[in-house]
């Protein structure tokens, strides 16, 4: 075989290498559907340039072995609803909000 004909065949190699190799991580959306256990740590309100007025709520929740805090955009009334301190189910999509639910006591 040639020189260039063997250069080129390892660059394929090492290109197909690579390409399998970057998909095999995280998926590119984020990772689907799941739901976390949380608490309300905060609740927070911003005024936008045109008056609006936005809401946030605050969470932690234990992902895994780490403890994650999050704050995410809520409507008015999920703002109203979920004081701090109340444990609740967050629902995520690809690591966005979709759904929070009042936790079941135990």
């Known amino acids: ?3 260039p004909r063997l250069a ?3 660059s394929f190699v090492a290109l197909l290498l690579f ?3 970057s998909g095999a991580g ?6 689907g559907f799941r739901t976390l ?3 309300v740590v905060e609740r927070s309100t911003e005024t936008g340039p045109t008056g609006n007025m936005s809401y946030y709520l605050g969470f932690e929740a234990r992902d895994g072995e780490a403890m994650a805090h999050m704050r995410y955009p809520v409507t008015r009334d999920q703002y109203m609803r979920y004081p701090e301190g109340t444990r609740v189910q967050l629902i995520l999509a690809d690591d966005r909000l979709r759904e929070i ?3 079941a006591d135990k």
């Open 37 to 39: 256990d949380a608490v």
């Open 101 to 103: 639910r009042r936790a």
């Open 1 to 3: 075989m040639s020189k």
């Open 8 to 10: 080129a065949a390892l």
């Open 19 to 21: 390409a399998c190799s």
């Open 26 to 31: 995280k998926p590119a959306h984020g990772g």
